[in-house]
């Protein structure tokens, strides 16, 4: 039995499927999950001592790569000041200046500990603000798993929807409409019949939580011209998006100002942390100054916002993003250049520091077309790549990512590795 494979039959004993969140089981690509040791830059080790490329990155934040020194600075220091007060402390109010610096939509922002904190929080500060209770969201989008939001489309578009996790009250489901992504059509006529009733519509602007499909140019400006013509809150979900795909996030890259804007991931650097935040008067409903509640005890953590305002001082240096976004590239270029030379359904999109890899013959516009991928064939490939030193998400529908610790001979290695399991596929 490998050290893997002990610790995982270890774990089962007191933790439900061994993992403190499904996806880590493996659930999806089947085996044993890697239970890692150390990381440092864009490596990880295992418990049996294996390296692999890591293009998870603890699922996005890592955007400088592992125990990147000067953020492994700011955390211990914070620490030996006191690990949390839960009173205010005045890096909190640098962390919200430079949010709002970096982010002309946020007028003002609250720190949370985690992306599903941010995305409920902003749904029931949109609710409260409008005094209205339907929820917009759309197919193969995640925003954490706050009740409202484990909602998957019932068959008929204006249906209501259906829960997707049992313990979610009907009730509750039966606010939340369920569209497909990229579908202008069907968002007109979802607005033009419900449209005094929708507090507001939520939306992953590069979904990564169905692999990677980027919102259309129709579609997004779809979204902000309905929802503002509605009255309706337009609320971009960027907690994977934000400072992953450029510095001005997803928002920057379509030129658009949504209403409110969810952080998480690399705004924590590593760390719990996320936020929420937007226009100053849709903000100014939150306690302590109007009727909408919402609180943490860990809220605004010294040692999240030590690593968070670390992590942006330094991607926010110039040219950061566009060698991130160039070696991105590199590897999506380098997998497509694969598929093709092999001839087989195998190819890849990346925007700005994400990437999909998709077991298709063209890159995926909807969920729809992700589901058509070949699941079987990418759990193959996830597993032999493994094999090569090569961690991929555990599963066909994430996203991936890459950091500023990977090098040129990382990217070339993957592509490597890539070209030969395919071909033993
Ligand atoms: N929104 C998006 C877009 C996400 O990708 C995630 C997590 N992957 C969440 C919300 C939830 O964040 P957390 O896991 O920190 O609760």
Redesign the pocket.
């Given at each position: 039995m490998s050290r893997n494979e002990e610790l995982f039959a270890a774990a089962q004993r007191h933790i439900p499927g061994g993992v403190n969140s499904p996806v880590r089981a493996f659930g999806s690509v089947g085996g044993t999950p890697r239970f890692f040791a150390k990381g440092e830059g864009a490596y990880v080790w295992d418990a049996d001592g294996q390296r692999y490329i890591d293009y998870v990155g603890s699922?996005g934040p890592l955007i400088l790569g592992h125990c990147h020194p000067q953020v492994i600075e700011a955390v211990e220091k914070a620490a030996r000041n006191g690990m949390s007060f839960g009173a205010p402390t005045a890096a909190e109010i640098d962390l919200a200046d430079l949010l709002c610096e970096l982010l002309p939509s946020i007028e003002q922002v609250r720190l949370v500990s985690?992306?599903?904190?941010a995305?409920m929080s902003a749904i029931r500060l949109a609710r409260g603000y409008t005094g209205r209770d339907k929820l917009v969201k759309f197919e193969g989008c995640?925003?954490?798993?706050a009740d409202s939001l484990l909602v998957k489309a019932g068959s008929g578009l204006l249906t209501f929807g259906n829960p997707s996790s049992a313990g979610v009250p009907a009730a509750v489901a039966a606010d939340t409409l369920v569209l497909p992504y990229n579908d202008v059509a069907a968002l007109e006529a979802l607005f033009a019949e419900q449209g005094a009733a929708i507090a507001a519509l939520i939306v992953?602007p590069v979904a990564?939580?169905m692999n990677l499909v980027p919102a259309s140019k129709e579609f997004v400006a779809a979204m902000r011209k309905l929802t503002q013509d509605h009255g309706a809150v337009l609320i971009y979900?960027e907690?994977?998006t934000g400072f992953r795909v450029g510095l001005g996030c997803a928002q920057g890259l379509h030129g658009i100002t949504p209403d409110l804007t969810?952080l998480?991931k690399v705004v924590g650097g590593g760390m719990p942390l996320?936020a929420f935040g937007g226009r100053a008067d849709i903000m100014a409903k939150l306690a302590p100054l109007g009727p909408v509640y919402q609180a943490g005890t860990l809220s605004g953590n010294p040692l999240a916002v030590a690593a968070g305002l670390t992590t942006l001082n330094l991607i926010r240096q110039p040219g950061f993003f566009d060698a991130l976004t160039a070696r991105t590239a590199q590897l999506a270029a380098g997998f497509n250049a694969v598929g093709k030379e092999l001839n087989t359904a195998f190819t890849a999109h990346s925007v700005g520091g994400m990437f999909g890899v998709y077991m298709s013959a063209t890159a995926p516009q909807s969920y729809a077309d992700v589901m058509a991928c070949d699941r079987a064939r990418f759990n193959a490939f996830f597993h032999a790549m493994l094999g090569e030193g090569v961690y991929l998400a555990p599963s066909a529908f994430e996203a991936g990512f890459v950091s500023a610790a990977h090098s040129d001979a990382d990217i070339a290695a993957t592509i490597a590795a890539a070209k030969r399991v395919l071909l033993a596929l």
């Open positions: 699922w985690s992306g599903t904190e995305t995640y925003h954490g798993h992953e990564g939580n979900d907690v994977m969810c998480g996320a």
